[in-house]
């Protein structure tokens, strides 16, 4: 009786092809194999050619990394925010700038993965190492700039092409988008105080080490002493409301002497929170106390009095970036250039007024 199962016959190949396999048919390690898929060095042109070759030989497609293997885009551009989900809740600056971002990727058939990481040391770096291994993006975009920010050396030594709102603290040639002018807004806001006859006028800033912080910071001393006055007190902050509070708080518990008659924060919801810590502390605004935000955001117009801010295009800004991102990865996808970004400008309404005589 013959063994049909003997002889010439050949073991049938598994139906799933491994990773195994396609480094049995390459030739190489399946740790060669490992780093094509990641796209680390090491790895010569040639012997990559041949791992793609017998990826798509044996049709491998183990979720996320076959697509990589035929070197396809995943159609997804990455942001990291670095802040607690609460905070992020509370500060609509995300919710306008990611929506300007969305309306230029949506059209090319993009969608945009965001991962809310807090603000726990090395979250932000495990994830963009997950982002990057695991070929779920195409590129990346990186919000609030720091001081010696670690995140550009790490996304060029991963491949991760990214593009960063703002400016970087010292040169790099990571690609970056921002309007021209930046310190026009706050010298203007600074201008219109003291137009108004104020001479104590506090600061309530975001953490030292974003560097828009330290720059407006800088803006707002120099402007002041610029026009012969010394600054009010400058209280650091975390961009939140209750932080707002906080400091409108202890500004306003100062001797009547010293307390200041106008504060100018970093956001607007900071402002809005100010201002209503500051009429249940008994000051009218801006009677008592003038008020300026920044942002320009549109709960500025709701509430009351309507809030003077400084005022940045944020959905514009996040249409240039997206502009920017398709540009890097490939110039086949730009889109249509958006108009250029207006410096920042100041919008007086109701929350400023004369200062009130002691």
């Not at 979720?63 to 802040?83: D, E, K, P, Q, Y």
């Amino acid at each position: 009786m013959t063994n049909q199962t003997s002889g010439t016959s050949r073991p049938r190949r598994s139906a799933k092809p491994t990773i195994a396999d396609v480094a049995a048919l390459a030739g190489v390690s399946v740790s060669a194999v490992s780093k094509v898929v990641n796209g680390r060095s090491g790895i010569s042109a040639p012997t990559r050619q041949r791992v793609l070759d017998a990826a798509d030989k044996l049709r491998w497609s183990p979720s996320v990394t076959a697509v990589a293997l035929r070197g396809a885009r995943t159609r997804a551009i990455g942001m990291v925010a670095g802040r607690s989900s609460d905070l992020l809740a509370t500060d609509p600056h995300f919710t306008v700038l990611i929506s300007g971002i969305e309306r230029e990727l949506a059209p090319a058939d993009y969608g945009l993965l965001l991962h809310i990481v807090g603000e726990e040391p090395g979250a932000e770096e495990r994830a963009y190492r997950r982002l990057a291994a695991e070929r779920r993006v195409d590129g990346v975009i990186l919000t609030e700039s720091r001081i010696d920010d670690p995140r550009f050396e790490l996304l060029r030594q991963l491949r991760l092409p990214a593009v960063l709102v703002g400016v970087p603290w010292q040169a790099d040639p990571v690609v970056s988008v921002q309007a021209a002018g930046q310190e026009a807004g706050v010298r203007a806001a600074v201008r219109h105080l003291v137009e108004l006859g104020h001479r104590e006028i506090a600061y309530v800033s975001g953490p030292e080490d974003r560097v828009h912080t330290v720059f407006r910071r800088r803006i707002f001393e120099s402007t002041l002493a610029g026009l012969g006055l010394r600054p009010g007190p400058v209280l650091i902050s975390d961009f939140s409301a209750q932080g707002a509070v906080a400091a409108t708080e202890e500004l306003l518990a100062a001797p009547a002497e010293r307390r200041p008659t106008a504060v100018l924060f970093a956001n607007d919801t900071m402002a809005v929170a100010a201002m209503n810590a500051a009429r249940r502390l008994g000051f009218e605004v801006p009677r008592d106390l003038s008020v300026i935000g920044y942002d320009d955001l549109p709960l500025g117009e709701w509430v009351y009095p309507r809030l003077t801010t400084i005022g940045q295009d944020l959905f514009r800004l996040g249409q240039a970036t997206a502009a920017k991102m398709f540009r890097l990865l490939d110039p086949a996808l730009a889109v249509a250039e958006p108009p250029p970004l207006r410096p920042p400008e100041l919008v007086v309404r109701e929350s400023t007024g004369p200062a009130t005589p002691l």
